[in-house]
């Protein structure tokens, strides 16, 4: 079938295109990013035919303010309702079927397995805590969304509530904040947090300390979080870190 036939998308290459919306920068979603012509490639369609699939993803996207296409079909509907209703499996399901048609399955003969884990169930963790990375840093167009630090190797994904103790957003995008590595640390220490007009609120156990080393700390009270378009934080995830982690 040539390319430029129209064919019916599958379920298979919804999750693909979904994967890949969860990864492209919000400003990104055209014809011309390398990544939606290397898909367009693999799946035999055209670059305009994957470019407008992801704009009708962003129509449905209950995180968006502004929607996008409108041309939406039932199964892109279900499948996009599957993937946002179990992050966890459907993440790791579309990073298997990413890693087959690019023809590198994953490679974890490497894993060394503690006690009571699977090797199975390793990989999924490492796989799905590389797709949240993606997905939070893309989602804040890869700088820190407190101080605008544009150097990935310095970011980190930060959960908003922790991994370790929320299953159910693990994986949920909106559980993320893109903040540098020692800001990070401080929200995750309770340290700093954002309030609910998405304003970093730092701890009196700082503000109030001497050292002039923590003006690195001290002077982004009051800094207004760089919001991202979609995948907005949660205000229920921030509320429960105020709550529960800040050290006010």
């Not at 064919?7 to 990013?33: M, S």
């Not at 820190?144 to 929320?166: E, F």
Request: proline content about 6%; aromatic content about 8%.
């Amino acid at each position: 079938m040539s390319v430029t036939e129209r064919k019916p998308w599958q379920r298979d290459e919804l999750i693909l295109a979904i994967n890949l919306y969860c990864k492209t920068p919000f400003g990104r979603i055209h014809v011309r990013n390398p990544a939606i012509i290397e898909l367009a490639e693999l799946l035999g369609r055209t670059p305009g035919s994957v470019s407008y699939k992801l704009a009708n993803f962003a129509s449905i996207d209950p995180s968006l303010d502004r929607k996008g296409a409108s041309n939406v079909s039932r199964l892109d509907r279900e499948t996009w309702n599957e993937f946002y209703k179990n992050w966890d499996e459907m993440a790791f399901e579309s990073e298997q079927l990413s890693a087959k048609i690019h023809g590198n399955p994953f490679q974890d003969d490497s894993i060394e397995l503690p006690i009571g884990n699977t090797r199975e169930a390793l990989v999924k963790v490492r796989v799905n805590q590389n797709f949240f990375r993606q997905m939070v840093l893309s989602t804040y167009n890869f700088t820190c969304c407190i101080t605008g630090l544009p150097l990935t190797d310095l970011l980190v994904a930060s959960h908003i509530k922790p991994w370790a103790i929320d299953e159910k957003n693990r994986m949920n995008p909106r559980n993320g904040l893109c903040l540098n590595a020692l800001h990070d640390k401080a929200f995750d220490k309770g340290l700093i947090t954002i309030d609910e007009n998405f304003k970093v609120v730092v701890s009196s156990l700082i503000q109030n300390a001497s050292q002039p080393q923590l003006g690195l700390i001290q002077n982004i009270h009051g800094v207004l979080l760089k919001v991202p378009n979609r995948f907005r934080p949660d205000p229920e995830l921030l509320d429960w870190h105020r709550t529960s982690i800040f050290r006010g």
